[in-house]
């Protein structure tokens, strides 16, 4: 085994020069095939959000406003799926464990003490968030 560096010099820098400028300017497509490309949202899907600031649109259910499902949504976010079924203590433990906001961990300590939760939705309607209505 060889060691130390491999220099080229300058006459082979430019011929490797040349030809790193023939493949860059090969006669190829710049573009990604067109069935790769992003396409918009159809008529029938919500707006997305454009940044973190913006407020919720779209796909709100009935009986919820834009904020409880914005703050159902990060509790599912910060919580994760296998946490359930999970009482106060513990949801609160992993929310600090997980860096979740302040205000989360405010809404979890509201939780009622002596009750386990199922999931996020029982966790909403514990501390008062409304929820989806369904019809009969």
Same mark, same amino acid.
């Given at each position: 085994?060889?060691?130390?560096t491999d220099?080229?010099?300058?006459?082979?820098?430019?011929?490797?020069?040349?030809?790193?400028?023939?493949?860059?300017?090969?006669? /190829?497509?710049? /573009?990604?095939?067109?069935?790769?490309?992003?396409?918009?949202?159809?008529?029938?899907?919500?707006?997305?959000?454009?940044?973190?600031?913006?407020?919720?649109?779209?796909?709100?259910?009935?009986?919820?406003?834009?904020?409880?499902?914005?703050? /159902?949504s990060e509790? +599912?976010?910060?919580?994760?799926?296998?946490?359930?079924? +999970?009482?106060?203590?513990?949801?609160?433990?992993?929310?600090?464990?997980?860096?979740?906001?302040?205000?989360?961990?405010?809404?979890a300590e509201?939780?009622?003490?002596?009750?386990?939760?199922?999931?996020?939705?029982?966790?909403?309607?514990?501390?008062?968030?409304?929820?989806?209505?369904? /019809? +009969?």
């Amino acid at each position: 085994m060889e060691h130390g560096t491999d220099k080229t010099g300058p006459a082979r820098d430019d011929v490797m020069k040349r030809q790193l400028r023939e493949q860059l300017t090969a006669e /190829r497509a710049l /573009r990604t095939p067109e069935e790769y490309e992003l396409q918009p949202a159809g008529e029938d899907q919500p707006v997305a959000a454009l940044s973190p600031e913006s407020r919720f649109r779209g796909g709100t259910p009935r009986g919820m406003t834009e904020q409880d499902v914005g703050l /159902r949504s990060e509790l +599912a976010q910060y919580l994760g799926r296998r946490l359930y079924p +999970a009482d106060k203590d513990t949801i609160i433990e992993t929310l600090h464990r997980n860096n979740a906001p302040d205000q989360l961990i405010r809404v979890a300590e509201r939780l009622p003490a002596h009750e386990r939760f199922a999931n996020v939705q029982s966790i909403a309607q514990a501390v008062g968030l409304h929820t989806e209505q369904h /019809r +009969a």
